[in-house]
């Protein structure tokens, strides 16, 4: 799992794929990845991964991919980093979310602003729900842009749900919009602060809107012992606006004083009552909130990368326990982009503070 002598980078193993492709088309390397279950009675590539490089198809221009027989072994060589309106239909294999999460980092770079629509589950199946990436990643990601555009990232950088659509079938969509940068800034955030206000939304489509009351009753049970400032919103989706099948979620987000984000989110699946989700999520919740650390354990790899690709300047973050994404993700951006951050733990917890100096990498458009 290193970079060759040559320019080709080579992984093997189909987990972290996404990350691998993303991370070689910022690096302007070809990667090959091999050994992709191979083992298995279906051995290759799953059908949204082979969906996840299509879609990195429709973002970049001049990217070849080339899958062997077995769906074993793929080759991706990048291209440019286009942008412009995508449309894409995720299936119902995974939710929108798992599609989302590294395309999102490609977007303040390309050549063209991006209009990025995806079709399919929004909330469940394992993966991050429409609103956590929209109260969560979003703001994540503007944390790195730069301080000229912040007065634009209101309108430029949005999230909207257009439908809602749970699991099985899903039937929902998304719209994402992403202003150009010509360059990120480094991040400085090493105080966590203390928590200040909860927010949330629980979330009904094609059941009673009563559901959505039972489990702003339930986390509010828990929740209002901890804190004061909580707001739960009810959001039901009626008509075609709520996709295929019934379902309800709920997703919920504390910041803190210097706004940082916690988040937990809980998805209804058979026999689970809407107090259970509830619960589930508030007590998700508090458990994010005690492990600490300036950045949601969720968005890790997407701050790493982010610091990675940074002004060649030093760049800063605290972050609670890594997760074995964020140490993976640390073990990838040095062979692909030969960032190495250093890592010094702070006494008395499980929090660390990781330090780092960006490669400086450049978006299309030009600075002012």
Excluded at 173 to 188: C, D, G, K, S, T
Excluded at 193 to 213: D, E, L
Excluded at 301 to 323: C, F, I, Q, Y
């Amino acid at each position: 799992m290193q970079a060759d002598d040559g320019r080709l980078l080579r992984f093997s193993g189909h987990a972290y794929f996404r990350q691998r492709l993303v991370l070689a088309t910022f690096a302007k390397r070809a990667v090959r990845i091999d050994k992709i279950r191979p083992d298995d009675e279906e051995p290759g590539i799953r059908d949204f991964e082979a969906g996840f490089l299509r879609l990195l198809e429709k973002v970049t221009n001049g990217s070849t991919v080339e899958i062997n027989y077995t769906g074993t072994s793929v080759y991706y060589s990048p291209g440019v980093i286009s942008g412009g309106p995508v449309t894409h239909d995720c299936g119902v294999s995974r939710a929108i979310g798992y599609y989302f999460e590294w395309i999102v980092l490609l977007a303040p770079f390309a050549k063209q602003e991006m209009s990025l629509t995806l079709r399919g589950i929004t909330t469940g199946m394992g993966d991050l729900g429409a609103d956590t990436l929209r109260t969560v990643m979003l703001p994540t990601l503007a944390m790195f842009m730069p301080l000229d555009s912040v007065s634009m990232l209101a309108s430029a950088m949005e999230l909207r749900i257009v439908k809602r659509g749970a699991p099985p079938q899903g039937g929902g969509e998304i719209f994402f919009r992403a202003p150009l940068v010509a360059q990120l800034r480094p991040l400085n955030f090493v105080e966590a602060g203390r928590i200040r206000k909860i927010r949330g939304i629980a979330s009904a489509v094609r059941v009673s809107p009563q559901m959505s009351n039972r489990m702003i009753d339930a986390a509010r049970s828990v929740l209002n012992r901890y804190i004061p400032d909580l707001y739960l919103f009810s959001d039901v989706y009626r008509g075609d606006e709520s996709g295929k099948s019934p379902g309800f979620a709920m997703s919920l987000v504390a910041s803190s004083t210097t706004d940082a984000l916690h988040s937990a989110e809980a998805t209804s699946s058979p026999g689970v009552t809407p107090e259970d989700i509830g619960l589930q999520a508030a007590r998700q919740l508090l458990n994010e909130i005690q492990a600490g650390g300036c950045v949601d354990r969720s968005q890790q790899p997407m701050a790493l990368v982010l610091m990675a690709l940074g002004p060649e300047d030093v760049a800063k973050v605290r972050l609670s326990a890594l997760t074995p994404q964020a140490i993976q993700c640390l073990r990838d951006i040095r062979d692909a982009l030969g960032v190495v951050f250093k890592i010094r733990s702070i006494p008395e917890s499980d929090e660390h503070v990781l330090s780092c100096v960006g490669i400086g990498f450049r978006g299309y458009k030009r600075a002012n």
